[in-house]
């Protein structure tokens, strides 16, 4: 056994304090997915609602990405607060403790499994990423004057 002395009261207090600190969060992290749902909502309602024109798309796009990003932390770590709840009693005893952690690092592992479409195909997906070349020339400085030919009938 280590001949260390270390300050039972201090470890515990550190260790109350950082379960307080994860239960806290815990218990916020649905009404932090209802938020964001909210905001999910509401750029769904501006794009319903609002001509395309008028709409600035690319900060629209970026906050719609932050948010869908916030979204996803949130539900993995509802995932991981669920198999923690399950588990928790593990915690009483000390051998279990390892296994609590395997089985966390087991559950966040199936986060990096990536998300398939249901309804958009190959060729949707290519058509909302793909920026046509008109539509980019449309956006650019001033058009090219045209020079009228004059077709001879021979």
Do not use: W
């Amino acid at each position: 056994m280590n001949g260390q002395d270390i300050d039972i009261i201090e470890n515990l207090i550190e260790a109350i304090s950082i379960l307080n600190k994860t239960d806290e969060y815990l218990e916020n992290l649905v009404n932090m997915l209802s938020e964001c749902d909210s905001l999910k909502s509401d750029y769904e309602h501006l794009i319903e609602n609002t001509p395309v024109e008028d709409v600035n798309l690319r900060q629209l796009y970026l906050d719609m990405q932050e948010n869908f990003v916030k979204r996803r932390r949130i539900k993995n770590d509802i995932t991981l607060r669920d198999n923690y709840k399950n588990l928790t009693a593990r915690l009483n005893n000390s051998t279990n403790r390892e296994f609590l952690l395997q089985s966390m690092k087991n559950v966040q592992s199936k986060f990096s499994t990536n998300y398939h479409n249901r309804i958009l195909t190959d060729t949707d997906l290519e058509k909302l990423k793909n920026v046509d070349e008109q539509e980019v020339k449309k956006t650019r400085g001033r058009p090219k004057k045209m020079k009228d030919e004059v077709i001879e009938n021979v």
